[in-house]
């Protein structure tokens, strides 16, 4: 696992991503229920080994530290999730179902980071690729850090200005 600002010379196809992501995010922003989403973390760039190996159930968010929506993008060219597993397993609350996400290649997804959604992977049997983005509610940003008073666990970076001159800041 590396982290990466998006700004870094030597990463260019992640910085257009990471501004990719952000102009979706900036497009929405203020359509998402309540949240405001001013920033969000640096993206994570996950290499997860084969050898069935998986991530338990889990939350993003379960404490109120602020991220309220979980981006991944996956980076698997011809994933076959009958051979390869790895399935993104989504369990929405309150719901007896589940949604199984495959981390196909050129697939991006959003989420809720709170408690609405538990997810786990499954067992992978092949190398596994996914960058992740999480993206802040700025008054449960801001409660989190006045609650903790500990500082950033992770560094906030703005979100990226557009691409496009012509397209205005929300």
């Known amino acids: 696992i590396t982290w990466v600002e998006g700004r870094e010379a030597e990463c260019p196809k992640i ?19 309540n949240y405001k989403i001013n920033g969000r973390t640096k993206a994570m ?10 991530y338990v159930r889990h939350v993003d968010n379960p404490n109120g530290d602020g991220r ?18 790895g399935l993104l397993r989504i369990f929405p609350e309150g719901k007896a179902q589940f949604a199984d996400i495959e981390p196909k290649f050129d697939r991006l997804l959003f989420f809720w980071s709170d408690r609405r959604n538990p997810h786990e992977v499954q067992p992978a049997f092949v ?5 992740t983005v999480w ?3 700025a008054d449960e940003r801001a ?22 001159p012509n397209v205005k800041e929300v």
């Open 135 to 137: 993206y802040f509610d």
């Open 15 to 33: 910085g257009f991503l990471m501004n990719s992501m952000d102009e979706l995010v900036r497009h929405c922003n203020g359509k998402l229920g």
């Open 45 to 54: 760039v996950a290499c997860y080994p084969g050898n069935g190996t998986g």
């Open 127 to 131: 190398t596994r690729y996914a960058i």
């Open 143 to 164: 409660r989190a850090k006045e609650k903790y008073l500990t500082g950033e666990k992770g560094v906030k970076v703005e979100l990226n200005k557009p691409s496009d």
């Open 68 to 85: 309220c929506v979980t981006c991944i993008y996956y980076l698997n060219k011809d994933w076959d999730s009958k051979v390869h597993g």
